[in-house]
């Protein structure tokens, strides 16, 4: 849980106002590529649960934008322990 709360944490502070045609969606301005990324029903349900104690009166956090700092996490904690140069 404690894990959690800190991806939540990292994710809130990354979150800016929207711009362009969603602006009251707030979104990571770092994240440059929108891809779909096949899933399923249960790790959709998973992730909307999970969204659900991420966000706030103040700030909502979609299923997807807490799947992307997953992914995001993930991927440097392997790049890490592979040893392998992140750019």
């Known amino acids: 849980m404690a894990r959690l709360a800190?991806?939540?944490?990292?994710?809130?502070?990354?979150l800016q106002p929207g711009q362009?045609?969603?602006?009251?969606r707030p979104t990571d301005t770092?994240?440059?590529?929108h891809p779909k990324v096949p899933m399923s029903e249960d790790t959709q349900q998973a992730l909307?649960?999970?969204?659900?104690?991420?966000?706030?009166?103040?700030?909502k956090v979609s299923p997807m934008q807490l799947a992307a700092q997953f992914l995001e996490d993930a991927?440097?904690?392997l790049v890490e322990e592979a040893g392998a140069p992140r750019k």
């Open 6 to 14: 800190g991806i939540i944490a990292a994710l809130q502070a990354r």
């Open 20 to 24: 362009g045609q969603r602006p009251e």
């Open 30 to 33: 770092t994240w440059v590529h």
């Open 48 to 59: 909307e649960r999970l969204a659900e104690l991420a966000s706030t009166s103040e700030r």
């Open 75 to 77: 991927v440097t904690r």
